[in-house]
């Protein structure tokens, strides 16, 4: 069984930048493609990288330039730096592959 764990979430002020991680519990080897999803209050949850297992990276337009997706596939880790942070940023991050999603950690972007 797959199962997914966020964590790196919190508080940051406006510029300021937070590692997430997610670690993988059974075999990532089996998750060819992994992302970070967010969910802001009262939006639709959206996309916001992925990550192939090889290393290939897609970004949403929204994060260009500022956020970087990866993955240590030997630590069962994927990761997301997010640097200057906005207050639009502020949401509940999942981490997903395919079928299996984490419970979320929440950032908060707010002065």
């Known amino acids: 069984q797959v199962q997914l764990v966020e964590s790196g979430g919190g508080w940051v002020q406006p510029g300021g930048s937070l590692r997430l991680s997610c670690a993988v519990t059974?075999?990532?080897?089996?998750?060819?493609?992994m992302g970070w999803y967010r969910q802001a209050p009262g939006k639709q949850r959206e996309l916001v990288a992925v990550v192939t297992y090889g290393g290939t990276t897609n970004y949403a337009d929204f994060v260009k330039g500022r956020f970087t997706i990866s993955r240590d596939n030997a630590k069962n880790q994927m990761y997301l730096q997010m640097n200057s942070l906005k207050p639009e940023d502020t949401a509940v991050y999942y981490c997903?592959?395919?079928?299996?999603w984490g419970k979320g950690t929440l950032v908060t972007v707010s002065s």
């Open positions: 059974g075999s990532i080897s089996s998750l060819l493609i």
């Open positions: 997903n592959s395919a079928i299996y």
